[in-house]
């Protein structure tokens, strides 16, 4: 019995398994081996070792690339995870049956494709005449901001697509979790205050930590995979002066407009070190507020 539970449980795992292999380990490895060979997609190639990450550190475009991605992370994950602890705060004063129709239209950004999403931006960023510069921009007295020239606005114009994506969903997901903190402990922290700050620090924040580390490793991988947005808004470049390169629209420029697969191979494996610093400090900050709160 055991012995055919075992290979039932096998059986359940091998699709997971086989697809593992097939678009994620193998792309890996051959994405590895690209990247110690000459540049040549087809055809025969040779191997030059760690030519093509050499070449990455004496890169300008490269550096400017991973502080763009750098800052556009930050600044993203800076302003959706405030803006969706204050929404999710609302939306609990919102009358039971108002909120799911408020969700869902939060929600609905998330669940637009990019590229759709982007080209709604459009619109919105569209020089003079944009949507954000009619309702926001020039009824206040200033000037016409071109978001998707001026170098000094287009990183934030990506950064505004992105908070207006992502908004919805983690406010979902930290209502969400309120609604799973149970009632007796804020009861109990009535007997010894009654201020709505001490609730949030004291009783929300702490039950939220587990969401809020989801919401932040989310938004991380998120930014580093951010493509289509980019892509569609800039043109496929990095717009004035690189102002928006992105690590991703840049591997895509070395590999299809540049013909440098070789060198776009090993930029892709060097975004892998970048990722994995931002997520180990947030797995170690989430260790010490947890250590912190339990002593």
Known sequence: MNFARRHAVYGLLAPFFILFVCFWLAPLIGG?????YSDQLFGESSFVGLQHYRELLN???????????????LASIGLILPLSLLLAHGLKSVHARLRPAFQFMMLLPGL???????????????????????????????????????????????????????????????????????KMYYEALQVESTKAWHRFRWVTLPFLRHV???CLVYLIVDAFALFSGAYVLLGG????????????????????????????????????????CLLWGCFWGYRRWTSRGAG
Not at 32 to 36: G, I
Not at 59 to 73: E, I, L, M, Q, S
Not at 158 to 168: A, E, H, I, K, Y
């Open 212 to 214: 809020l580390l989801f």
């Open 59 to 73: 890169d300008g475009r490269y550096f400017k690339a991973v502080r763009n991605t750098a800052v556009y992370t």
């Open 112 to 182: 637009t494709p990019p590229a759709v999403l982007a080209l709604l931006f459009l619109l919105v960023f569209h020089g003079r005449q944009g949507l954000l510069n009619q309702w926001f921009v020039i009824p206040f007295g200033g000037k016409p901001i071109n978001w998707l020239k001026d170098p000094d606005f287009i990183l934030m114009a990506l950064v505004l697509q992105c908070v207006w994506r992502w908004l919805g969903f983690m406010t979902f997901f930290l209502v969400a979790a309120m609604e799973s903190i149970p």
């Open 32 to 36: 590895v081996r690209m990247s110690l």
């Open 237 to 276: 470049s990095g717009g004035t002066a690189d102002a928006g390169l992105l690590l991703v629209s840049y591997t895509y420029q070395s590999a299809f407009s540049f013909g440098k697969f070789g060198t776009a191979a090993a930029m892709s494996v060097m975004v892998a070190p970048w990722l994995l």
